[in-house]
């Protein structure tokens, strides 16, 4: 199976609001890698995502994907955190309007894998928010993405669709082989899905701890994930201190 | 999000309550049929005899003409003012400079009196359609750029995000992103348009025409032709009416179907 691309970002300075949020900031990811960032609220992370996804721009430093710069690497799967859908498109419009070359059949497949079954027809708002987030990701599976970008996909569901979402996004990206990077303020989302978990924290912005946790995500089993979980909870607390 | 964008469901109008719009029409007639036989006076003349007289002008005078001229010239006015609105409001939205450098222009537009831009379109172009259009476009173009720029301005940066990030072309912005965002805009901007037209049209060609609706108005007017007045204004109405539920309503509920669509 063909790995992800590998990213590397490096961020000499990026001011917000007259603040420096990123100064001599580096990261890198491995082609393949499953990455959680994690932060408390309002640190930046997005920020980050939305660098590596091409549409920020206004920061001194380099995102390269592949060795390409970031706006023009392939087209990420990018999964916003409010689903972000067309609400005047119908559930299938909302798939091709990022694919618009695709066939009714490529479109039902990429609903029936993130488990939406007949909803082409009908409108976002007819759905419920697990629904929608499932259709927002349906539609970042369309771009075949090698590289996909998740803000938060988890924030505001409750636990049982949560659950069944990470399962269900750990499968995908596990099997297409894409490089994925995770933004989340939650360590249990980066205990289920991440090879490894970054927190970043202060003010410019710096990594605090880059932990790998060593067991394949999809065979983690209910222990290992309590016990990384714990692990990331101590140190998003020391980097805190 | 703009409220017009709201996602959350509209409820649509109970379709066994349609008649009660209908119901309020024939509650209007019977009320002025009810003054005209109390007042008995032609300077009120009862709905039935105002029906009649519209026969006669429609076979034996110039309802017909005057009407086709009117329509024309209301159409041609409102069709160059809402694609000169559009584009001109888009371009205020879009661009700060522009916005900076043209508002003022726009504001100065909205409450310019129409008779003083009619009269200075007359004076510069003479008595004639040219003239008539021109100052119809001056009216009514601000109002237009005022809702189009509204429109563009409430714009959700997320959606131009989602664009940018699954790399969408500019036509594929245009037409997926921000055409819709604008419909509600547009659809303001053609009903308050179509209004604003008419009775527009209806002064110039009362100030300086030899045509329309609104000098048939002017000459009943000079002779107290209630019934002609009454006649022509019932046609206006009924045209009015035929638009509204025939072309506008129509089509805002096609467009603005995922805001109420139940099934």
């Known amino acids: 199976m063909a790995h992800g691309p590998d990213l590397s970002l490096s961020i000499a300075r990026l001011t917000f609001g007259g603040e420096v949020l990123y100064k001599d900031f580096h990261l890198n990811v491995a082609g393949g890698e499953i990455v959680a960032l994690i932060g408390p609220s309002g640190v930046g992370k997005t920020t980050l995502l939305r660098i590596l996804a091409g549409v920020e721009t206004g920061f001194d430093g380099l995102a390269l994907v592949d060795g390409h710069p970031a706006p023009l690497a392939p087209v990420p799967g990018l999964v916003f955190q409010d689903a972000r859908l067309l609400p005047w498109l119908s559930c299938a419009d909302n798939l091709r309007a990022v694919r618009p070359d695709v066939s009714d059949e490529v479109v039902a497949q990429a609903l029936a894998a993130t488990g939406l079954v007949d ?53 995908l990206i596990v099997q297409s082989g894409a490089t994925a990077v995770l933004v989340s303020h939650d360590p249990q989302d980066a205990a289920r899905l991440a090879h490894r978990v970054v927190i970043i924290a202060g003010r410019p912005v ?24 714990d692990r990331i909870e101590t140190a998003m607390v020391e980097s805190a201190l | 999000m703009s409220p017009a964008l709201d996602p959350r469901p509209v409820a649509p109008r109970p379709k066994g309550e349609a008649w009660l719009g209908w119901a309020s029409f024939l509650l209007m007639i019977g009320l002025w049929g009810a003054a005209a036989l109390a007042v008995n006076s032609r300077f009120l003349p009862a709905p ?25 010239r209301a159409a041609l006015g409102f069709v160059t003012a809402m694609v000169l609105g559009t584009v001109i409001g888009i371009a205020l939205g879009r661009s700060r400079l522009v916005d900076r450098l043209f508002l003022n222009w726009v504001v100065v537009g909205m ?16 008595l004639n359609d040219k003239a ?21 301005l409430s714009f959700d940066p ?22 819709p965002q604008l419909v509600p805009y547009l659809l303001t ?75």
């Open chain 2, 48 to 72: 039935w005899t105002v029906i009649a007289h519209i026969s006669w002008l429609t076979n034996e005078a110039h309802l017909l003409p005057d009407f086709t001229v009117t329509l024309g």
């Open chain 2, 132 to 152: 008539l259009i021109l100052a119809v476009v001056l009216n009514k173009t601000p109002l237009v750029i005022t809702n189009i720029r509204q429109g563009v």
């Open chain 1, 206 to 229: 710096q990594i605090a701890a880059d932990l790998a946790l060593d067991a394949l995500p999809a065979q983690r089993s209910r222990t290992q994930i309590i016990a990384y979980e």
């Open chain 1, 119 to 171: 909803v082409q027809d009908k409108w976002p708002r007819q759905l419920s928010g697990g629904m929608q987030r499932r259709l927002g990701l349906a539609r970042a599976l369309l771009v075949n993405p090698r590289l996909m970008l998740l803000d938060e996909p988890f924030v505001s569901l409750d636990r049982v669709v949560v659950r069944e979402l990470q399962a269900l996004v750990t499968d």
């Open chain 2, 111 to 126: 409450n310019l009196p129409a008779i003083v831009i009619a009269i200075l379109c007359f004076i510069w172009l003479g």
């Open chain 2, 158 to 179: 997320a959606f131009d995000e989602l664009a940018r990030a699954y790399r969408l072309s500019r036509g594929q912005t245009f037409r997926l992103i921000h055409a």
């Open chain 2, 189 to 263: 901007a053609a009903r308050t348009g179509l209004s604003l037209v008419w009775k527009i049209v209806l002064v110039f060609e009362v100030l300086g025409s030899d045509s329309g609706v609104g000098f048939r108005v002017s000459l009943f007017f000079q002779f107290f032709d209630l019934k002609g007045i009454l006649a022509y204004t019932l046609v206006f109405v009924a045209i009015v009416m035929v638009l509204e539920h025939v072309a506008i309503g129509p089509l805002e509920r096609r467009l603005l179907k995922w805001r109420t669509d139940q099934t």
